[in-house]
C-alpha cells in the first residue's frame, strides 16, 4: 500500500531556533498534503494543506509566518517551526490522500521546545 | 458549525465485542473514516463508509446511516493489542478533497 514518511520522528529544540519537519510520499504523487497537529488527548487538528507549486492554505488561528510550509515536488512537503516555543511543544502529523478513499499518514514528529 | 461526537473512553474484556458509536453534523459529507492510533503513534486506517450499510474487514465492521449522522465501529474477538484510540473522521467535501475532521477520540482499554 501507498505509504508516508515523516522525519524526523522525535526532536527536541530550544527555545527560539527552526525545526523543520519533512513529510514524503514514497510510491505515490501528492500534490496535496495536509498537516495535523495534535496536544495530549486531544483530536487531531488540520493546520493547513499543502498544495504542489503554490502557497499554502492555512487553518483560522494559525500563524502562516511561524509554520512554513514549502510542497516544491510531488512528494515532499516540508513544515518549519520558526522561533519555536514551549507551547509549541507538540505531535505534528501528515498526511496524504490517494485516490478518494484514503489519506495515508505520516509516523509523527514529537516535538518538544525546551 | 462542525461537530463529531465519540465516548471519551470504554472498557472491554478480551475475546468480547465493543462497539464504539460516532455521531456527526458537518457541513458536507464525502465519507467516515474510523482511525486506529496506539498512544505516541500515527493513526493507521481501518475503515471507509460512504453510502449507507456495514462494511465488514475481518474482526472489524463499520457500520453509517447518513439520514442520522451516525456510524459505529465493531470490534469482535477483542485481543489485548487493540488497546487504543479509535478515531471518527470525516470527510467534508467542502474542503480540499482527503481533509479529515477528526472527533476526538475514544481510548479504548482491553482487559484479560
Known amino acids: 500500500g501507498a505509504v508516508v514518511s515523516q522525519h524526523p520522528s522525535r526532536v527536541i529544540c530550544k527555545s527560539g531556533t527552526s525545526v523543520k519537519i519533512e513529510c514524503r510520499s514514497l510510491?505515490?504523487?501528492?500534490?496535496?498534503m495536509f498537516w495535523y497537529r495534535q496536544f495530549p488527548k486531544q483530536s487531531l487538528m488540520l493546520m493547513a494543506t499543502?498544495?504542489?507549486?503554490?502557497?499554502?492554505?492555512?487553518e483560522q488561528g494559525v500563524e502562516k509566518d511561524k509554520f512554513l510550509i514549502n510542497h516544491a515536488s510531488l512528494t515532499l512537503s516540508t513544515l518549519t517551526v520558526t522561533s519555536a516555543h514551549p507551547e509549541d511543544s507538540s505531535f505534528y502529523i501528515c498526511?496524504?490522500?490517494?485516490?478518494?478513499?484514503?489519506?495515508?499518514f505520516g509516523q509523527g514528529t514529537r516535538l518538544t521546545v525546551v | 458549525g462542525q461537530n463529531i461526537d465519540q465516548p471519551t473512553e470504554m472498557t472491554a474484556t478480551e475475546g468480547a465485542i465493543v462497539q464504539i458509536n460516532c455521531t456527526y453534523q458537518?457541513?458536507?459529507?464525502?465519507?467516515l473514516f474510523w482511525y486506529q492510533q496506539h498512544a505516541g503513534e500515527a493513526p493507521t486506517f481501518l475503515s471507509y463508509?460512504?453510502?449507507?450499510g456495514l462494511e465488514e474487514k475481518g474482526r472489524f465492521s463499520s457500520f453509517l446511516s447518513r439520514s442520522k449522522g451516525y456510524s459505529y465501529l465493531l470490534l469482535k474477538e477483542l485481543q489485548m493489542k487493540d488497546s487504543a484510540s479509535y478515531l471518527c473522521a470525516v470527510q467534508n467535501y467542502g474542503g480540499s478533497q482527503g481533509n479529515l475532521i477528526f472527533g476526538k477520540g475514544t481510548k479504548l482499554s482491553v482487559k484479560p
Open positions: 510510491d505515490f504523487q501528492a500534490t496535496t
Open positions: 499543502s498544495n504542489e507549486g503554490s502557497k499554502a492554505t492555512y
Open positions: 463508509n460512504v453510502l449507507d
Open positions: 458537518t457541513s458536507g459529507f464525502n465519507g
Open positions: 498526511s496524504a490522500p490517494e485516490g478518494f478513499t484514503e489519506a495515508f
